[in-house]
């Protein structure tokens, strides 16, 4: 069984703890005057898609969950929820969006993303590390406006708000880190 401490958190890590199987949401160490430092995490529990709030001493241990991989298609979303098929066996599955939690932000249509299995139960979704996705608004920009000068909010075709720099317009195509929702590049046109 693989072992992870404190000091190795990312945001998305799986850990089991409680009996369960938790995700990192949100993490920062901290260190107090003559106390031993802590991690102020917050955490998704992957079943039931309830959120709270932990802290742990630095350099404390937990078990990963053995985790099952399989690459599958986002179909779409309705009301029960979104839906992904495999590709290989055309099995499809349904996931509400409190057990998605943030990687709804970043899902388009017949992109390809890796449900996560534990024990042959559905566990969650693993987007990609980068995501391709489509300006659909945002204000435009003016002559002189450089990669280095500011940033704007700009809403993208999966509906999110992300900052981007001055000189994206609608229609350019960006490529964005799922893991922090923050803009990377412009993509060339083709």
Known sequence: MAVTDTSRFYKGVKIEFEGGIWEVLEYHHSKMAQRSPVVKTKLRNIVTGSVQERNFRSGE???LPDVERKKMQFLYKDEIGFHFM??????QYAFGENNLGETVRFLK?????NILFYKGKTMGVELPITVDLQVIHTEPGFRGDTATGGSKPAKL??????????????GDLIKVDTRSGTYIERMKKK
């Open 86 to 91: 495999d590709s290989e066996t055309f099995e």
């Open 61 to 63: 241990t937990f078990n």
């Open 109 to 113: 249509e017949q992109e390809e993303v």
């Open 157 to 170: 075709e999966t509906g999110v708000i992300i900052s981007v720099p001055l000189f994206i317009d609608v």
